[in-house]
């Protein structure tokens, strides 16, 4: 039996009350966005359900696999349209049904259409008595081998034997855009996809020493953002030089303040992008007390750099946490190979890990911050994803 349409579900986009039609229309744009243009035709919205319409150049495993790292989407499955006639109906489940290897089965039906003359569990009990009196299959409800699921919905009726999982949060975009600060470790891909997970498009901006470092940890930074593009459909990356910058600071500043003071340059740097690209907020890998960086101390002295938000969604994550969602998304492999990043150039031996801000303020009287942050701006790279 071939299907027809693939339906996909949505969740917490239920809870939006009078915004609903607003994130409902991101999700569909960005499905689309994510599909091939000629695997499907027609879109309709049912409550909590979107239909599309699948057309015969339409390739079931290159749908799922778009539809996997669409965010919004708490299920989808690939179903078979019917008219309301229970004859119809009865007849669709039998051949979607025998089509399922096992011996038990239940249909589960949903009726948003209250019109339609039969209650849920009266479609239940006569569909699952007509595959019962035809099949050598048996009614069990709880834990079946195969679940049937028929959509009542306005004029229509859809039939599916299988959910596929869906990534769930919200449409990317609809919250916005924020600047990823990205580099080749385990983290920073990580928080990305946390926070497209919560709606935000992601403007990606690396630092690098090139030609102090080679150009494998460059192609890596590529490697790590194309990997994550397709959660968010297109990405830019800013790849930053910060050699200069690094030399000045440490040649001019306290050793023990290094890497405090890369991290606020970084965050001015990131700033000025930000503008230039509408973004409203900062995304930084940072988890708390994991490196010495990451401490309150020093979380408070980087942040005291910024204008605006700058989120950590790893925040509360211990190490293990992080690598099980960097598996997950297949970035884990890519952020394990050998880099060179440039926060290893001219590490102190003892860096701080309780910087007083006046000291680090002290410090940074010693550069020309302005003249820096414009050398950087003016030197840096931009990639389209």
């Keep these: 039996m071939k299907n027809t349409h693939i339906l996909c579900h949505y969740s917490e986009i239920a809870l939006k009350g009078r915004n609903r039609s607003f994130f409902e229309k991101k999700l569909i744009e960005n499905i689309k966005k994510s599909l091939d243009k000629d695997s499907f035709s027609t879109v309709k919205l049912f409550g909590g359900i979107i239909s599309f319409e699948l057309t015969p150049a339409a390739k079931e495993k290159k749908i799922k696999e778009s539809l996997s790292k669409v965010f919004g989407i708490s299920g989808f499955s690939f179903a078979v349209k019917t008219n309301q006639d229970i004859k119809d109906i009865k007849k669709i489940s039998l051949e979607a049904i025998k089509e399922k290897k096992g011996k038990t089965f239940k249909i589960h039906c949903s009726r948003s259409d209250k019109s339609f003359s039969l209650t849920s569990n009266k479609v239940n009990n006569i569909v699952g008595k007509y595959i019962c009196d035809n099949t050598d299959k048996i009614v069990k409800l709880k834990k079946p081998s195969i679940t049937c699921f028929i959509e009542i919905v306005k004029k229509e009726a859809y039939i599916y034997v299988k959910k596929e999982k869906g990534l769930g949060g919200l449409p990317v975009s609809c919250a916005g855009k924020v600047i990823s600060l990205i580099s080749g470790g385990i983290d920073s891909p990580v928080s990305s996809y ?77 700033q000025e992008i930000a503008k230039q690209e509408h973004a409203q907020a900062i995304i930084s890998g940072d988890s708390l007390s994991q490196v010495a960086s990451q401490t309150l101390e020093n979380i408070s002295a980087i942040e005291q750099a910024a204008d605006i938000p700058i989120f950590r969604p790893l925040i509360g994550m211990n190490k293990d946490e992080i690598i099980s969602i960097a598996q997950r998304i297949k970035t884990f492999d890519i952020s394990i190979l050998p880099h060179q990043d440039c926060c290893t150039r001219f590490v102190p031996a003892n860096p701080a890990t309780k910087a007083n801000l006046k000291d680090v303020l002290q410090a940074e009287n010693n550069l020309n911050i302005k003249k820096l942050i414009k050398e950087a701006l003016i030197g840096y790279e931009k990639i389209y994803f």
Aim: charged letters at 15%.
């Design 194 to 270: 946390l926070i497209m997970k919560r709606g935000a498009s992601c403007i990606f901006v690396s630092f690098h020493s090139y030609p102090y470092t080679d150009e494998q940890s460059l192609k890596k930074i590529h490697n790590l953002v194309r990997m994550l593009t397709p959660y968010q459909n297109k990405s830019t990356l800013y790849m930053v030089p910060f050699a200069n910058i690094q030399q000045e600071i440490a040649t001019n500043t306290p050793s023990s303040l290094r890497i405090i003071l890369y991290r606020r340059m970084m965050v001015r740097i990131a």
